[in-house]
Every structure is written in structure tokens, then in C-alpha cells.
């Protein structure tokens, strides 16, 4: 039976890496023989992977490790390891040097690519040695054909060999009746007035993330005398600068930093809206899906696939990166109109449940890492999916 890995840089708590541990998770789950290695320090979420899923800490120390690289050449070809799926960049280094010391017995490569636009200069800098290899055996995954179109014309990538696999949500956890809690008694729960209209952001609390915008927004409406509140959901080196907003333009009694929780279900079943106001980064947002999933309309920033995610007008809106004024306005649109914003958030699962579900995008890695295998079998119960969800339910790291 053909075998697979995934390398990944680490095991912290991240869009990517959730991602990868749910799918590596069911794959195993569903007979596959399936692998993952990671490349060094955190390894916060190790104890969520499947007991049965062979794992190796390939503890890399500097910025190129030979120890470590000998470690995942010496685990390819012990476990006879027929491809592997490069998390990110960083790893595709390490899986090109074992490649070329493998010669003739070498896997084949592929690598998910999970970034539309860099926010720092050093990463677009970095796409000096990373593009040359990306273009030379290997296949690329990309969250959204924007972002396809967009990297292999910048970068001079073999669209031929590349494709796009969407992320996927579980909407047998992420649903409003999973939650057994009505809106309004969570809203009491949390402290949250039983009539507001409440716009939820969920992600790490970071520079390209912009949490700001939204608290901006919602400064703009109060000055038109229409009450918006904002819940901002995660952890991260912006807190401090969200705070300092939020005192700013006067807005503590409407906007509230609820910090990093395990499980988000109950804040967004809360909710009335979702809002990603990311400026960079952003390919193809997991907690948007999952906020769709419950039912919430969208108004999201138009970076990465987020048109592709959204039917404007429909399930949600768009509005330009950092453009406050058309941001609040969407908000303006939905907080005026409970039966438009009933309708969206109905569309917005009704597309999840379509278009983006977990097993879809589960059939997707399995037939890239294993393309010879038969059709993924239903080996993995719609209804045991929460258990591999387990301490993972929260997007905060998206």
C-alpha cells in the first residue's frame, strides 16, 4: 500500500496546521497510510492527533538543520514513503534536499501553498530560492484559483501543474443545532444585550489581520446613531493595538475583546454577523467557512478567494482592504434588515453544505497523495468527524 506524509514546519495552533491535522487525522481513520513529520518546536497540537497516525519531531535547530534533513531522508526511505505534501514553504526545502540525496527511490513532492500576498518584505524577498524550486518537480496546491492565477503569473509557475483544492468544514459540528443554547440565552450568557446587532471577527490578533477596521466601522456608525456591536474572538501581538482603538474612538460599552477560546460555536451562534478585515495573507479563510456554516452572513475583505467564497449580494458582501466606510456600510445594510440578514446567513450555509464541505476537501488530499487508491471510502462516519474535531473547533489561528 502506497504511503504518504505531510511535512510541516510545526505543530502550532494555525489555520494551516489544524487543517492538516484534521485531514491527516481522517485519512488515517479511513485506512490510509498516512504520515506527518514536523520540522521543530511548538507541539501544541500533537495530542490531537490520531493515536494510530505514525508521527516524527524531526527537531530542527537553526536556520538549516542537517540533523534534521538526515532524520527525514533516513524516515522516507525506512517507511518506503511514496509522496509528500509540503505545509507551506519552509518544509519544501528540506524535502527537495532529501529528494535529491534519494536520487532514483525520491518521492513525489507536492506543495500547499497557503498565502496570497505577503505582508512583509522579507517573505516576497524569500520567493527568490523558494520560486525556482516550486517550479522544478513538484506539484502545487493553492487555496483558490485567484491565488493560483496570481502566483504562477507572478512567479512564473506551471499552472499545468498545479490545482486548486478548497478548505472544508464539518457541518456536522459547525452548525446552529449543535449548539443546544437558543441566541438569546447565549447572549445573556455572555453578557451581550438581547436586541444589539452583534458583527463577530474570529482570528489571531495579527498586523495583517486589521481587527481595527472593524472597530473603526463600528466608531462610524455610533456617529450616525446606529448601534453595532463588535466581538473580536483570538490572541496575538495586536491586542494591545485593538484595545488602544477601541479607547480611542470611544467605543468600549459596543466593542469587546473576547480573547482565544477552544470553541466558537457559541460566540458565532450569538452573532448576527461575520467580518474578516485582513489586508495580506488571507487565501481562503477557514473561519469564515465555518462562520457561513452556522448560518452567518459574510462581509469580507476581497483578498485571496474570498469572491470565490462569496456570492455578493446574496450570502454576503465584499468591500476593498481597509475601506472602513464601505465596511460599515455592509453592516449598515445587514443591522437594518432582519430578513435580508436571515436569508445571506441561510444562502451562506446552504453554499458550505454545496460547495465546501470537510469529506469534499478530504477526497481532494486523498486523491493527490494517493492517486491510485479507489474512491475515499466512507470509512469516517459523518457523525464521528467531531470526535477528530475535538479541541480543534476554534479558528482563532486562521
Known amino acids: 500500500m502506497a504511503a504518504a506524509l505531510f511535512l510541516i514546519s510545526s505543530l502550532a495552533i494555525g489555520g494551516s496546521e489544524r487543517k492538516i491535522v484534521r485531514v491527516a487525522n481522517a485519512l488515517r481513520q479511513s485506512g490510509h497510510d498516512i504520515h506527518l513529520a514536523y520540522l521543530g518546536a511548538p507541539h501544541t497540537l500533537r495530542s490531537e492527533l490520531d493515536r494510530e497516525l505514525p508521527v516524527v519531531h524531526l527537531n530542527r535547530s537553526g536556520k538549516f538543520s542537517l540533523p534534521a534533513l538526515a532524520r527525514l531522508k533516513r524516515y522516507i526511505a525506512i517507511h518506503e514513503i511514496s509522496h509528500v505534501g509540503c505545509v507551506n514553504l519552509y518544509p519544501l526545502l528540506y524535502a527537495r534536499a532529501a529528494i535529491w540525496q534519494l536520487g532514483n527511490s525520491a518521492p513525489g513532492v507536492s506543495t500547499l501553498i497557503n498565502t496570497t500576498d505577503f505582508h512583509r518584505r522579507k517573505e516576497e524577498l524569500q520567493m527568490l530560492l523558494y520560486a525556482p524550486l516550486l517550479r522544478r518537480h513538484t506539484s502545487l496546491v493553492f487555496g483558490s484559483h485567484m491565488q493560483q492565477q496570481q502566483w504562477c503569473a507572478r512567479y512564473r509557475l506551471p499552472a499545468a501543474k498545479s490545482r486548486v483544492i478548497y478548505n472544508g468544514v464539518d457541518q456536522s459540528h459547525f452548525n446552529v443545532a449543535a449548539v443546544p443554547r437558543t441566541k438569546e440565552q447565549l447572549r445573556r450568557d455572555y ?14 490578533l495579527r498586523p495583517e489581520k486589521q481587527q481595527t477596521d472593524l472597530i473603526r466601522a463600528v466608531a462610524v456608525l455610533a456617529s450616525r446613531r446606529q448601534a453595532v456591536h ?56 477557514n473561519a469564515a467557512l465555518e462562520a457561513m456554516a452556522m448560518g452567518l452572513p459574510v462581509i469580507l475583505s476581497r483578498t485571496g478567494g474570498a469572491a470565490e467564497m462569496v456570492d455578493a449580494g446574496k450570502n454576503g458582501f465584499l468591500f476593498s482592504p481597509g475601506n472602513v466606510d464601505e465596511l460599515a456600510g455592509h453592516i449598515a445594510t445587514l443591522a437594518g434588515d432582519k430578513g435580508m440578514t436571515r436569508a445571506m446567513g441561510e444562502a451562506a450555509a446552504t453554499r458550505v453544505r454545496d460547495s465546501f464541505s470537510f469529506m469534499n476537501m478530504l477526497e481532494e488530499y486523498r486523491s493527490l497523495l494517493f492517486p491510485r487508491a479507489n474512491r475515499l471510502m466512507p470509512v469516517v462516519e459523518k457523525e464521528s468527524f467531531p470526535a477528530a474535531y475535538r479541541h480543534l473547533t476554534g479558528s482563532e489561528a486562521d
Open 230 to 285: 463588535a466581538l473580536v474572538v483570538g490572541g496575538g501581538v495586536e491586542h494591545g493595538t485593538i484595545e488602544r482603538c477601541i479607547a480611542e474612538f470611544g467605543v468600549g460599552h459596543s466593542a469587546r475583546l473576547m480573547g482565544a477560546t477552544g470553541d466558537v460555536r457559541g460566540l458565532l451562534k450569538a452573532a448576527d454577523a461575520f467580518v474578516l478585515t485582513s489586508t495580506a495573507v488571507e487565501t481562503f479563510s
Open 191 to 204: 453578557g451581550f444585550p438581547a436586541d444589539a446587532f452583534i458583527a463577530i471577527n474570529v482570528g489571531q
